[in-house]
């Protein structure tokens, strides 16, 4: 594990292993672990240490793999084959995948507890098809304990950046950094 992911963690297990406060608002249990993109690879190899401080410290673990959201959904449309001859179409229906997307993911978040992590990893894989943002602002009300965010970035002043790419956006999350 590089220095970079084991600050990470280190980091990551002395927040999560602070008692809970109770009757937070959903974006209040929002926590986004931001590390480098370059470090996606590293990351996913060591995700299982995340889980491990994450039931150490006596909560429950439910991790969401998003990765294959975008193509899973494709593979499901009729009129795919439209939108490969012409992608600039597709803009139109993105609205859609989001929605999809947050309907399959809610009755896994809502089988969980208030003592539960809902680790969701593969949000990087969302750029360019829907907003990190957006995402997590439709998922959150539906979330008892916490809402884990895995997120290739930066954090910086406030601003959430996905990716480096695009224009950041704040978010009262709680931001675990490898600089803290």
Request: hydrophobic letters at 40%; one cysteine or more.
């Amino acid at each position: 594990m590089s220095s970079r992911l084991k600050r990470l963690l280190h980091n990551y297990q002395s927040h999560i292993s602070v008692p809970w406060q109770s009757g937070l608002a959903g974006s209040q249990k929002v926590i986004f672990t931001v590390y480098d993109k370059t470090d996606e690879l590293r990351f996913r190899s060591q995700l299982t240490e995340f889980e491990i401080a994450t039931t150490n410290a006596e909560h429950k673990w439910c991790e969401i793999d998003i990765s294959n959201a975008f193509p899973e959904w494709m593979s499901e449309i009729d009129y795919k084959e439209g939108y490969f001859e012409s992608p600039e179409d597709i803009e139109t229906t993105l609205d859609d995948f989001l929605d999809d997307l947050v309907d399959k993911l809610k009755p896994k978040i809502e089988a969980t507890d208030d003592n539960t992590v809902v680790a969701i990893i593969g949000i990087g894989t969302l750029f360019g098809y829907a907003k990190a943002s957006d995402l997590v602002n439709k998922i959150a009300p539906f979330v008892a304990g916490r809402l884990l965010i895995f997120f290739p970035g930066e954090f910086e002043n406030n601003n959430y950046r996905l990716l480096d790419a695009r224009d950041g956006w704040n978010y009262q999350a709680v931001p675990i950094t490898t600089g803290q």
